[in-house]
């Protein structure tokens, strides 16, 4: 009995150790093969939620066995601070919002961005204005979202014009408060970006007096964790070939892509399909050309006292990943 009992210990032993070996095996496979979480920051309006809404991402970054999680802010504003406390590693915003980030110690990096788009944003008046040009805004209400993109825009549109702030009254309102605002006629113009500008124009007629053309880049930034950034370039360089698949797709289908963002933004067809228009196609990692336009941005809102301190744009962006 005890010989039998002997044997049958001496290959349970056996089998347990190939067993062990086993699963040491495949806990490194799975080791290597760890799943990455990528939270991803968007608005209604925009490349990401079109990229959202047709899949593609999911099933380009299944192989690196990343999962996705889309979360949606208002606004670049409140999408930058999801970046900064983490509850996003990945977004999009407009020129001016990681430059506030910056100067508040963020710890963004800029990962990409889409080409110029000065004709996305406009100073507007309404139709029966009096308004016919820059110059005739002197001693008129202007209304903006303060520390925007389009505030650069209207210092540019003032010094091309030799006006300063101080020859205007500037209310500094929302899109949506500065939009009743202006529809009261409380307000005599209103500096305003797309898919807003392409709204007023078609819902109530608003007439421009000038856009951002052969004054501003308006670029949009694609902007990421550093942390994570520096830990998942090949994931990173992933979105960011997406994202330029998905431009050159839109530039191609804009009735398409329009009928996508109806239901997310609640705007019309027409009103995305104006605003489409005018957007920029393509998305390519920061050049030192665009870096230094975006150093002229951060330099004026210096200038005027919109962020405490002097930046470096150069400082949040990472070298090409190898």
């Given amino acids: 009995m005890t010989s039998i009992n002997a044997k049958s210990l001496t290959k349970t032993l056996a089998v347990s150790s190939v067993v062990a070996t086993l699963m040491l095996i495949s806990g490194c496979g799975k ?3 760890e799943t990455v979480t990528l939270n991803i920051g968007f608005q209604k309006y925009g490349v990401l939620p079109i990229v959202k809404e047709r899949g593609v991402l999911e099933t380009a970054l299944k192989q690196q066995g990343v999962n996705i999680r889309w979360v949606e802010f208002p606004a670049g504003p409140q999408l930058l601070e999801g970046l900064n ?6 977004g999009e915003a407009g020129e001016a919002p990681p430059i506030f980030a910056q100067a508040a110690n963020s710890n963004l990096v800029y990962i990409a961005n889409q080409p110029a788009a000065p ?4 100073l507007i008046v309404q139709k029966d204005s009096t308004i016919q040009s820059i110059q005739d805004l002197k001693g008129k209400r202007v209304v903006l979202n303060k520390g925007s993109n389009v505030h650069y825009l209207l210092l540019k549109m003032l010094e091309k014009n030799n006006l300063q702030l101080s020859d205007i009254e ?3 309102l929302p899109p949506s408060d500065a939009r009743a605002a202006f529809e009261r006629g409380s307000v005599d113009a209103w500096v305003i970006w797309d898919p807003f500008f392409a709204a007023a124009e ?7 007096i000038a856009t951002g053309e052969n004054l501003v880049s308006n670029h949009q930034f694609y902007l990421a964790d550093r942390k994570f950034a520096e830990q998942h370039p090949k994931v990173l360089d992933a979105v960011v070939k997406q994202l330029n698949d998905t431009t050159q797709w839109v530039s191609t289908h804009q009735d398409e892509a329009s009928k996508l963002l109806e239901k997310p933004t609640g705007l019309s067809f027409d009103v995305l399909k104006s605003s489409i228009s005018r957007m920029g196609f393509g ?13 002229f941005v951060a330099d004026a809102f210096y200038q005027e006292k919109l962020i405490p301190n002097k930046i470096n744009i150069q400082a949040a962006i990472l070298a090409p990943s190898k």
């Fill in 31 to 33: 080791k290597e093969t």
């Fill in 202 to 208: 078609q819902q109530i007629g608003a007439r421009v």
């Fill in 283 to 295: 998305v390519t990692p920061i050049s030192a050309q665009v870096a230094k336009e975006q150093q």
């Fill in 119 to 122: 004709k996305a944003e406009a």
């Fill in 85 to 90: 406390v983490g509850s996003v590693v990945f």
């Fill in 170 to 172: 500037v209310v500094y």
